[in-house]
């Protein structure tokens, strides 16, 4: 029996009008609607990112506004740990800065505010930042996750207090979420890696149980 050649073509090659491939049917649409997920995915990433560099240029010129009155509270705190923790603030620049901030409300850490100063060349003492809160200034402005941020002042709060104070675990706790912060993927991507998730909450439920009163 002859049979008309258009009939003898691989099976492989249309399968109810579905693209195949030997023995797997849809094998090959399967891959293409996964690569069009990824696709989606990837241009949510970047709607994200958008959203991310608007709020932050938005919260840059929020920064840029800051009072008079802010930006003295602001340079109060940071240069009273510098004088009273590291014992570095001997110059008269620094008490008039001091003094001055004490008439404006009495301010506890903000990294972000805090990380202004510099960025916006307000001031350069840079490792008093770090010291405070563990990272450069335009480092912490890059960060997009905010229970990170409140882990930074929670340590700044601590380490600038002089009625609490952290334990060993406490510190150790806080290097290790640093580490991770200052991993490119955290600084460079919108993609928050679990392990930063769980050093985050660790450090957070450290602070908890591991910060207590000061004696003597």
Known sequence: ????????????????????????????????????????????EVALNGARLT???????????????????????IDTFKRDKLDTSNNDSDGEIIQEGYMAAEEGPNAIADAALYVLGERSDVYIF????????????????EPAITALN????????????????????????????KAPECGESFWIPSSLTDACE???????DEVSDRVG
Not at 154 to 181: M, N, P, R, T
């Open 202 to 208: 660790s450090f957070l439920l450290c602070a908890k």
């Open 130 to 145: 770090e010291e405070l809160y563990g990272l450069e200034p335009l480092q912490v402005l890059r960060i997009n996750y």
């Open 1 to 44: 029996m002859v049979h008309n050649s258009a009939e003898t073509k691989d099976s492989s090659i249309t399968a109810r009008g579905e693209l195949c491939v030997g023995n797997r049917p849809g094998s090959w649409i399967d891959r293409l609607r996964a690569l069009e997920d990824d696709v989606a995915k990837l241009g949510e």
């Open 55 to 77: 709020e932050l240029d938005d919260q840059v010129l929020a920064l840029v506004l800051l009072s008079k009155e802010e930006r003295q509270a602001r340079n109060q705190f």
């Open 154 to 181: 929670i340590h700044a709060g601590v380490i600038s207090s002089q009625d609490k104070v952290g334990s060993e675990k406490f510190y150790e706790s806080f290097a290790e979420f640093i580490k991770l912060l």
